[in-house]
């Protein structure tokens, strides 16, 4: 199959080509269009469906807009306000009429004359939309979607100062790098007395999106916010008690391997004890990997990077920065994190990170460049609802690019021991994400599964499950205070709740692809590209088999990949 980047808007028939999302009034015709239409045939359902797919492109993307230019100002009110006036004044009028809209499509005669295997995914969405509405969390939705937004508004502002300079919080984790342990620990300190600072707001932020989104799962008739959201992010292929499965396979067979890594690490830098702010240092001698100094150098070797390992993949890159789609430094008022946005319409999606000239950086870059290349090849898909794809296969196509352009990453580091050190940080990292992962995701299992838990109660919890998790190779002694907090600086558990457990599963399949690919690399990107391009016109598991992969996150499975991983970092360890 033919690939290009050469990305289209999707020309419109509905809508005037010229229609932007400005107000309710000048939208609900076109809803109302649709409501109203009679549908006498298949072929008049198909245009119906394709007008209804056009719509809502229109219209995620004005959203899609509207998050990321606030996104990368937070301090500027006027784009605050454009995202909060969409979420608070057009989306909750919208939410009805899309369930209208739903049920029309449902109990349509000719719904049944749709092709099976085609719709199955896309009418299994509709149909759980349907279950899941409730007309009285129209407005409280509403309220969530803006007030998670304060975590980004309330991180943005944080700064600290090193050797007289400002930085913001993401910049300053570079001297975390430095071999001077001194320097190392006044950093960790310094950036774990600001995050402090604001406790109090995020503790109070946290617990009031809590008791909503409990109240969200209430109306809509279920136990708790865990189960509705389950439902919700279409979860359909696995339960929470995979998720519990999940964490004790991690803390069987993963937390070995990573009390390995720090014990090596303590090693190396000749340390008796291993503090926290020591896991990323480099030993004296040694100067912390640069793989680029300016943001022009990161997008200018990513783009080389990735034509190196198939040309399709660099072209893509090169789309989006010709489109300015590209906002990767990081800077004071900008929100913290990393994405990649779809662009539902245009097409060529929008990535956004905070690089601050550091290995990680490099990491991001590849794995956001991962999910770009998932929205070029689902792009041509006839709907907008094919596009869906689920989270946990996102994720595939992020992690496995990280473990894919290893093979090219002499593009960043010209020093062959500069490169094996990128290669063994990654593999490091492959595993050591395990544990935050399992511990992010049974958190929030015991935190919607107890909504009306005090913020003492928060706390111990939240320290008890750290304790589960957390290598006992690493000395925390007398940082207590920090730990209490540490949840805080995550942004999924504010932004996205539940969205964290699919980064392990992903890591599976990533794990998985990158087996593939050393032993067949051109079959291994083949399968890749094959699955991705489905969108989510297959189920999970069907996804992971067009990728070659088994849908499996059972321990034995966990633990004959990570056996994998170990021996391949061993190997460059001895080298």
């Known amino acids: 199959m033919q690939y290009s980047a050469d990305i289209k808007k999707l020309p419109r028939h509905f809508l ?12 609900e015709p076109y809803f109302k269009n649709l409501l ?24 995620s993307e004005d959203a899609c807009w509207r998050q990321i230019r606030m996104t990368c100002d937070t301090e500027n009110k006027k784009l605050e306000e454009a995202f909060a006036f969409f979420m608070m004044k057009i989306q909750p009028q919208i939410q009805p009429y899309a369930d209208k809209l739903n049920r029309k499509l449902i109990e349509n005669l000719f719904t049944k004359q749709l092709d099976e295997k085609k719709y199955f995914t896309y009418l299994r969405n509709v149909k759980k939309s349907i279950n899941l509405f409730r007309e009285a969390n129209v407005p409280l939705l509403a309220e969530l ?35 001077d342990r001194k320097l190392r620990e006044d950093v960790y300190r310094k950036i774990n007395e600001r995050r402090l600072q604001d406790k109090e707001a995020l503790n109070q932020l946290y617990s009031s999106l809590i008791e909503k989104r409990n109240h969200v799962a209430l109306n809509a008739g279920f136990q708790n916010y865990r189960d509705y959201k389950f439902a919700e992010m279409g979860r359909f292929d696995y339960s929470k008690e995979d998720c519990f499965n999940f964490h004790e396979a991690v803390k069987l067979h993963v937390l070995p391997l990573v009390n390995k890594i720090y014990e090596y690490k303590r090693k190396k830098l000749g340390l008796d004890s291993l503090r926290p702010w020591d896991t990323e240092a480099v030993p ?57 946005c779809p662009l539902p319409e245009s097409g060529a999606p929008f990535i956004f990170m905070n690089a601050a000239g550091q290995m990680s950086d490099v990491t991001t870059m590849v794995h956001e460049g991962g999910h770009a290349i998932h929205s070029f090849l689902a792009h041509p898909l006839e709907l ?19 473990l894919f352009t290893m093979d090219h990453w002499q593009v960043f580091f010209k020093n062959e021991d500069e490169l094996k050190r990128a290669k063994i940080h990654q593999l490091e990292r492959v595993i050591t994400i395990f544990p935050w992962i399992a511990l992010i995701d049974k958190f929030q299992h015991w935190v919607y599964e107890n909504p009306t838990h005090t913020e003492q109660e928060r706390t111990t919890k939240w320290v008890e499950l750290q304790n589960e998790f957390t290598s006992a190779a690493i000395d925390f002694s007398d940082l207590d205070e920090y730990r209490k907090y540490s949840w805080q600086r995550q942004l999924h558990l504010f932004e996205v709740p539940f969205y964290y457990i699919e980064y392990g ?47 499996d996150f059972s321990p034995d499975h966990i633990k004959d990949l990570m056996n994998f991983v170990d021996n391949e970092l061993s190997r460059l360890t001895k080298k």
């Open 505 to 551: 599963i992903a890591q599976i399949g990533a794990i998985g692809m990158w087996k593939q690919y050393k032993e067949k690399p051109a079959g291994a990107l083949d399968n890749y590209m094959n699955a991705l391009h489905f969108g989510g016109t297959q189920t999970l598991p069907e996804l992971f088999s067009s990728a070659g992969l088994k849908f």
């Open 384 to 402: 907008s609802g094919f596009k869906e794809y689920p989270m946990e296969f996102a994720e595939v196509a992020s992690m496995s690019m990280e």
């Open 284 to 340: 004296a001698g040694q100067t912390p990997l640069n793989p680029f100094k300016t943001t022009e150098e990161l997008i200018e070797k990513s783009i080389e990077c990735f034509t190196e390992l198939r040309p399709f993949f660099g072209d893509c890159l090169s789309k989006m920065k010709s489109l300015g789609h590209l906002d990767l430094e990081s800077r004071k008022g900008k929100a913290p994190g990393g994405y990649n």
């Open 145 to 179: 979607s803006v007030q998670a937004q304060q975590f980004g508004a309330i991180s943005g502002k944080m700064t600290v100062n090193v050797n007289g300079q400002e930085y913001t919080l993401q910049q300053a984790t570079k001297f975390l790098e430095n071999h």
């Open 16 to 27: 005037p080509v010229n229609f932007e999302v400005t107000t309710w009034e000048s939208l």
């Open 36 to 59: 109203e239409r009679e549908i006498n045939s298949k072929e008049e359902l198909e245009q119906w469906l394709k007008d209804s797919s056009e719509l809502e492109a229109v219209v």
